[in-house]
Antibody, heavy 120, light 111 residues
Framework: QVQLQESGPGLVKPSQTLSLTCTVS??????????WSWIRQPPGKGLEWIGY???????YYNPSLKSRVTISVDTSKNQFSLKLSSVTAADTAVYYC????????????WGQGTLVTVSS | QSALTQPASVSGSPGQSITISCTGT?????????VSWYQQHPGKAPKLMIY???NRPSGVPDRFSGSKSGNTASLTISGLQAEDEADYYC???????????FGGGTKLTVL
């Protein structure tokens, strides 16, 4: 059974960089069948796709966040990471990592989510 | 990319059926059969309920069904049960970013 777990600071100051890591267990991140994704949800609001990465390092980002987002992968640690620069209060959200099936464009496995608050 | 359009809320009584719509464009919902539906209970991660417009993952009750016509996809829940009360989100592949776009979410209340 695949499991994903987010980790990282729960509080980030405005203008700084948000950094999160997702550790994958129960399966290899190097499988060619999946994209590894970040999705966020501001408190009381809907889901927003941030982007995803293939094990080879190919990335795809939400155009509205592209200038501030970097997603990377470390296959040796079975982890992938998110960096979001120049954060503001609008970036306060629960951040989820998830596994996207490349063939079906669907998210069958999610992490539990981690709340990141942007505040001084 | 703009979010897909869903009604903010729907409601129904136990045993009844409800339908939630999800409207996009020819660049997403209308152009591809990659529409998914997710159920989210408060404080929990979303759970996949429907993929590729109308397919149910193993373990999802057959009370949940999906369909699509043109640029609008729909999720129907028949025989409503109290535990179906949750937020529901649609998603679709979008060619505008070769990524994914979500709907704004619909709160289902079981009366």
């Amino acid at each position: 059974q695949v499991q994903l777990q987010e980790s990282g600071p729960g509080l980030v100051k405005p203008s700084q960089t948000l950094s999160l890591t997702c550790t994958v267990s129960g399966g290899s991140i190097s499988s060619g069948d999946y994209y590894w994704s970040w999705i966020r949800q501001p408190p009381g609001k809907g889901l927003e796709w941030i982007g995803y990465i293939y094990y080879s390092g190919s990335t795809y980002y939400n155009p509205s966040l592209k200038s501030r987002v970097t997603i990377s992968v470390d296959t040796s640690k079975n982890q992938f990471s998110l960096k979001l620069s120049s954060v503001t209060a609008a970036d306060t959200a629960v951040y989820y990592c998830a596994r996207q099936d490349t063939a079906m464009v669907t998210y069958g496995y999610w992490g539990q989510g981690t709340l990141v608050t942007v505040s001084s | 990319q703009s979010a897909l359009t869903q009604p903010a809320s729907v409601s129904g009584s136990p045993g009844q059926s409800i339908t939630i719509s999800c409207t996009g464009t020819s660049s997403d919902v209308g152009g591809y059969n990659y529409v998914s539906w997710y159920q989210q209970h408060p404080g929990k991660a979303p759970k996949l309920m429907i993929y590729e417009v109308s397919n149910r993952p193993s373990g999802v009750p057959d009370r949940f069904s999906g369909s699509k016509s043109g640029n609008t996809a729909s999720l129907t829940i028949s025989g409503l049960q109290a535990e179906d009360e949750a937020d529901y989100y649609c998603s679709s592949y979008t060619s505008s970013s070769t990524g994914v776009v979500f709907g704004g979410g619909t709160k289902l209340t079981v009366l």
